[in-house]
């Protein structure tokens, strides 16, 4: 299966790494593609076979799946191409697609495919599993260092200084879609357990700031006819203080369960 792989960030340069070390076997690292393509083509210098830099209208001619590892307000451009030509895009900003539903609709008539990796969170598949019955309610709790949530767009609306806080603190209760327009760059995680789940509107949240964490924390409670559970897991951050590095190890995995021979969970 031939990569791309979109955005060298945190992430993006982690799994370029990773590909281009044939880390994922039947996987090809083939090219990258980022805004900044002086610096994309020194690092792809860096990488053990260097690729090429291409732009992203130029996906479509050289991959079969492009990973998608930058700002949430270019998925449209990197993911439209792509399922026209009936190929895969596998979205890290997954928030970005609750204002771009009609990519689904792209992906169900061309046979292309959108793939959202588990990411930050756990649990997906025991989330899945309960959604082929009846789910009552999901609620999440995510609680982050100051420096992870500060820039994000609902907090400069309402007006929100985390700089002088000094305890845990409550800075937004809502759904998952209204979180993800408040947050772009920090809750990718609410899209994706509510595409699993019972949806945007039904999945609910609750966003906390505590200057004393030095972790990202997520905590899912689940109930449904078929199972009540709870989960929790407490993820390293990145270089990028908004992403945790499970992240990026998320996409390797969905990109080694995409190619192997044996595929272990659902």
Not at 28 to 56: C, G, N, Q, W
Not at 129 to 151: D, N, Q, Y
Not at 241 to 256: D, F, M, N, Y
Request: with cysteine; hydrophobic share 45%; proline share 6%.
């Amino acid at each position: 299966m031939r990569v791309a792989i979109v955005g060298l960030g945190a992430i993006g340069s982690m799994l370029a790494e990773s590909l281009s070390n044939g880390r994922v076997p039947g996987v090809e690292l083939v090219a990258v593609a980022a805004r900044d393509r002086s610096k994309a083509a020194r690092f792809s210098s860096t990488l053990p076979r260097e690729v090429p830099v291409i732009a992203v209208s130029e996906l479509p001619e050289h991959c079969d799946l492009a990973v998608e590892c930058a700002p949430a307000a270019v998925l449209d451009k990197i993911a439209r191409p792509m399922l026209e030509a009936g190929k895969k895009v596998m979205v890290l900003s997954a928030g970005a697609l609750l204002a771009h539903a009609d990519l689904g609709e792209i992906a169900k008539r061309t046979g292309g495919q959108i793939v959202v990796p588990t990411g930050a969170l756990l649990g997906l598949d025991a989330i899945a599993a309960a959604a082929e019955g009846c789910i009552r309610s999901v609620r999440m709790k995510t609680t982050k260092p100051v420096k992870g949530l500060v820039g994000a767009p609902y907090l400069d609306e309402q007006r929100i200084d985390l700089t002088e806080i000094e305890a845990p603190t409550k800075v937004f209760e809502g759904s998952a879609r209204e979180a993800a327009r408040g947050f772009p760059a920090n809750l990718n995680v609410a899209v994706a357990l509510s595409l699993a789940g019972i949806g945007p509107d039904r999945t609910m949240l609750e966003i906390w700031a505590d200057p004393a964490l030095d972790r990202n924390v997520h905590q899912i409670s689940v109930d449904a006819d078929s199972a009540t559970f709870e989960m929790t897991i407490w993820n390293v951050p990145s270089n990028n203080p908004k992403t945790g590095r499970i992240t990026a190890l998320s996409a390797l995995a969905a990109l080694r369960k995409i190619s192997a021979p044996i595929r272990v969970g659902s």
